[in-house]
């Protein structure tokens, strides 16, 4: 009797293998079985509406409500295509990269998904997804992993292999899965990639195409060819095997080289920086989707409706006042970034004026050394230990600091202060030797800790006495700047970044709403003392082209041989980082006949565009406080008191000559308006680097 059992045990599982392994009798077996998986839920299966039209494309606005960008792409190129209008070769690649037995199934392929459902129970990812599986997460399910999602796109393919044929579901498919590079749909991923319609792809390049759905931003043909490649022959051979792809064909096609067409221009929006910022962001957004690719093929296919942060008003004054400044072919790159203080939304967001041409946002993810933009994290830092900026120190330029090593430190062209000089003064002059020492006093931990604090990324600080001077490891970018100035406005708060206000859907319901995420940062009082020493920087400083006839405060950068420039400052209502560069770096010597500094272009274009970009909105006075509210110690003998500054002929008595030659000669001063410790809160409501050594001159 065991002998009989074991037997039958033996024929039962031999009948199995012989039915998997040979593909007629595989297909009929997957066949009946996803029928009987179908049938199974035919009772609950969901309504799906008609999705012959493609989904409508996404509508993004600026915060005033006006359209910034239709993310349906201008250029024209995502056209809907009929099935017999896509070539049988190209046809028959898409099926052999993703679902081979598409006619031979009724939407599920068992063995596919037994793997998938083992896989997502043991937090495993498995793929095995027919076309009509896929289409059912494309547009309805989402693709969190888990086992819900699974057996409901298991219910919703049931509703779609019930309501249409084979060859629409097929048409939808290839009109509507992602490419990468922002080609959705056959149509677009054939000029994209070939410069051809889909009628005019070789086998080769519909393979390559067809490769790409598993992995569109992983397997980009024009970074990784040779992953491309790999796959795409995969795809022909697959072609092969299926009988879809004859031997001479199959040879021919192997050894054809990629031939891409270059890439196109990418559509004309607002602002388009601002526009593949907030698609990044989007990207990570898990009301969107499981994954990237999913959550971006989700957003510009779902119709939604994107609210966002963008000022139109201030970014329409920054390309002016860069145009303005500095439009002319040969010109240096000036980006800028805009944030909100006490609520972290992104106002402004200006990547060059040569966006459309690089592709590169340098307002969020160029990395820049900050020279002496990055000073008062020292003075914080030193207001944290007790220091009173009222501190003197001798300011000789040349002299050698003992915890700085054996270089002499320089002033800026090696300005000459004339001994004792207070950190306040220093601040507003930018004198590098009293930052140093005042560094060396409280040490690079702590001035570290003062940035990071203000969100400058870790892994950008410099464990060394470089930091002093702004002196980096990886450099920071205009967005970090503006988000670490803004918390200087707030009072010290801290707010996280961000461009996406809340999403809606088709019908208005709010899938995504932004949750402000804040955290003290540092002291309201050290903060009004440090606003207070950053108002003199514009009022009398090196920063005086950055008034704009308010209460302003900020302060200049400029790093050793001019290679970057920067101005970075704030009002209550607004905290705007201006950086001026060229990329590659190369000093900036001789533009418009003048050297570049973070007093001349960059303090310009922010007074320029904070200006007309503030135009109308109530002047508000910052929070500012005495050092005297503060228990600290001074160092130091306090110096003589200086002699009344001589004002240049026909200047107002009022105003004081700038100690920085480069630096615009505007009149318009700002000083300190309130002694109030009361914190602002927000209105009502590829990657390049700059010099990571440790320079020892040449920072203002």
Excluded at 604 to 618: E, K, Q, S, T
């Amino acid at each position: 009797m065991a002998r009989y059992r074991r037997r039958i045990g033996i024929g039962a599982v031999a009948m199995v293998c012989l039915l998997v392994a040979v593909p007629p009798l595989r297909r009929a077996l997957s066949f009946a079985t996803s029928r009987a998986i179908l049938w199974a839920a035919s009772p609950v299966t969901p309504f799906v509406p008609d999705f012959r039209r493609l989904p409508d494309t996404t509508r993004v606005l600026a915060a005033d409500g006006s359209e910034l960008a239709d993310l349906s792409g201008e250029d024209g190129r995502r056209q809907v295509v009929d099935l017999d209008a896509v070539p049988e070769p190209v046809r028959r690649a898409v099926l052999a990269a993703e679902d081979a037995d598409f006619y031979h199934h009724s939407g599920v392929n068992p063995l596919a998904l037994l793997r998938a459902v083992a896989g997502t129970a043991l937090g495993h990812t498995q793929g095995g997804s027919t076309i009509t599986q896929q289409l059912a997460k494309l547009n309805y399910t989402g693709s969190s992993r888990s086992l819900f999602r699974k057996v409901r796109e298991v219910f919703y393919a049931s509703a779609l292999e019930e309501r249409y044929s084979k060859d629409e579901l097929l048409r939808r498919y290839l009109n509507q899965v992602y490419f990468g590079e922002g080609a959705y749909g056959i149509y677009a991923a054939a000029h994209t990639f070939f410069g051809v319609d889909p009628a005019g792809l070789t086998p080769a390049q519909a393979a390559t195409l067809a490769g790409k759905i598993r992995s569109p931003s992983g397997l980009d043909p024009r970074r990784n060819p040779d992953a491309v490649i790999r796959r795409r022959d995969q795809v022909l051979r697959a072609m092969a095997r299926h009988g879809w792809l004859a031997r001479p064909d199959l040879d021919a096609a192997l050894a054809e080289p990629l031939n891409l067409a270059p890439p196109e221009p990418p559509g004309v929006s607002r602002a388009p920086h601002f526009i593949d910022f907030i698609e990044r962001e989007a990207a990570g957004l898990d009301e969107l989707g499981g994954d990237p690719d999913t959550r971006r093929t989700r957003l510009l296919t779902g119709g939604y409706t994107v609210e966002t942060t963008l000022d139109p008003k201030l970014f329409d004054a920054t390309t002016a006042a860069v145009t303005a400044r500095l439009g002319q072919p040969g010109d240096p790159i000036t980006a800028v970034a805009s944030v909100v203080p006490g609520d972290g939304a992104v106002a402004n967001l200006f990547g060059g004026l040569d966006y459309l041409s690089t592709q590169f946002g340098y307002a969020d993810r160029g990395l820049r050394q900050p020279g002496s933009a990055f000073k008062p994290f020292v003075y914080l830092a030193a207001l944290r230990a007790g220091i009173d900026p009222r501190s003197v120190f001798d300011g000789t330029s040349g002299r050698r600091i003992p915890c700085y090593g054996d270089r002499p430190v320089a002033n800026y062209a090696g300005e000459d202060f004339g001994g004792s000089i207070d950190v306040d003064t220093a601040l507003a002059r930018s004198v590098n030797v009293v930052f140093v020492d005042l560094g060396c006093q409280v040490g690079v931990r702590a001035v570290v800790r003062a940035a990071t604090d203000a969100g400058i990324p870790d892994d950008a600080t410099a464990a060394q006495g470089a930091i002093f001077l702004g002196g980096l490891d990886r450099g920071v970018s205009p967005l970090s700047m503006a988000s670490a100035y803004a918390s200087f406005a707030s009072g010290g708060v801290y707010a996280e970044p961000y461009g996406i206000r809340r999403i809606r859907d088709s019908g208005g319901t709010v899938v995504y709403e932004h949750h402000r995420r804040t955290r003290r940062a540092f002291d309201a009082a050290q903060v009004g003392v440090l606003n207070g020493a950053l108002q003199r920087v514009v009022g009398e400083g090196t920063g005086r082209a950055a008034a704009i006839g308010r209460p302003v405060a900020g302060k200049t950068g400029t790093t050793e041989d001019n290679v970057d420039a920067w101005f970075a400052g704030y009002v209550p209502q607004v905290a705007t980082a201006v950086w001026v560069g060229y990329d590659p770096s190369r000093s900036m010597t001789d533009v418009h006949h003048r050297a570049v500094t973070g007093g001349s272009f960059p303090a310009a274009i922010f007074g320029d565009l904070m200006r007309a970009g503030l135009a109308g909105v109530p002047a508000r006075g910052l929070p500012v406080v005495s050092p005297d509210a503060l228990h600290l110690r001074r160092i130091g003998e306090p110096p003589p008191p200086p002699p009344p500054p001589v004002p240049p002929p026909g200047a107002p008595s009022d105003v004081i000559p700038s100690t920085e030659p480069e630096s615009s000669t505007s009149t318009a001063t700002s000083s300190p308006a309130t002694t109030t410790l009361t914190t602002i809160g927000p209105p009502s409501s590829t990657t390049t680097t700059g010099p990571a050594g440790p320079p020892a001159t040449g920072r203002r």
